[in-house]
């Protein structure tokens, strides 16, 4: 079923969003990939950053309709992602994305290991968000997408760090839902245990802790999930693509799960 939303069984209108330009970091695999591919498909010109050229080339080639770019871009690098962003000219999509730390007890960390990705999550997004936000008003409308996690409702044992980040990324977007021009949305997509190379380091990293094989870890995951199975990336990406529709103008400041059921929460 998924691999075909691509395909014939793409879920929105055809150029849905012609004449739309889309920044999306992290697009070099995972969610950030399937997003780029599925903003693509539905019309818009993608803009795709990762820190991996051969990996962006890669995908380039893959994403539907002309005139995508690719930029090498270290999002820790502050001054570096300012100077992109500054220079972009009008992005009316932003697709806010990055790898997650590594996991563990939130006890282990130190405090240095908080800085990277707190640089490359919430202070990343907000500098690209404060170069954009001035030529989303101008051009009259505006979407920001922040693909976060579901621990932001409820926090997931042994990834404490990537819980303590997400949960500032949502508050900061929260946040700034109630201060953006009404022609600029912002939401958070919350995924569930998806099927990315991130998932499968987590499963390692538990395994590697506990001493239970990275099956088992896995199937304790799925034991927790309605739809019992691992969601697919190009999943995820048909919601975000849903909040960067021009139909989507009233839908601001909401978490959206994409999780399978997973969450017990209201």
């Known amino acids: 079923m998924t691999e075909n939303l691509l395909n014939d069984g793409f879920p929105f209108a055809d150029g849905v969003l012609d004449g739309q330009t889309a920044l999306v970091c992290g697009a070099s695999k995972g969610i ?8 693509a498909r539905a019309g818009a010109r993608v803009v795709a950053c990762a820190r991996s050229a051969d990996a962006l080339d890669a995908l380039v080639g893959l994403m539907h309709g002309d005139g995508h770019e690719t930029a090498t871009l270290d999002l820790e690098d502050l001054d570096a992602v300012r100077e992109f962003a500054s220079g972009r000219g009008t992005i009316h999509i932003l697709v806010n994305n990055s790898g997650g730390p590594p996991g563990g007890p939130l006890l282990e960390n130190a405090l240095d290991e908080f800085e990277g990705p707190f640089r490359r ?28 996690s579901t621990s932001v409702r409820e926090p997931i044992d042994n990834i404490g760090l990537s819980n303590t980040l997400r949960g500032a990324m949502a508050s900061w977007a929260k946040s700034l839902s109630r201060e953006l021009p009404p022609c600029v949305t912002i939401n ?10 991130r998932l499968g380091s987590l499963a390692a990293s538990i395994s590697e802790r506990t001493g239970k094989p990275v099956n088992d870890v896995r199937d304790d995951w799925m034991s927790g999930v309605p739809i ?11 919601a975000v693509t849903w909040l960067c529709l021009p139909s989507s103008g009233a839908v601001r400041g909401v978490s959206l799960a994409v999780d399978g059921g997973r969450m017990r929460s209201i």
Do not use: K, Y
């Open 32 to 39: 950030g990939r399937a997003c780029a591919l599925m903003l």
């Open 121 to 148: 999550h919430l202070h990343a997004a907000h500098t690209i968000t404060q170069a954009l936000v001035p030529g989303m008003e101008a051009s009259g409308t505006g979407r920001i997408v922040n693909i976060i």
């Open 188 to 197: 958070n997509i919350l995924p569930g245990f998806t099927d990315t190379d």
């Open 228 to 238: 019992q199975r691992l969601i697919d990336p190009l999943e995820t990406a048909a």
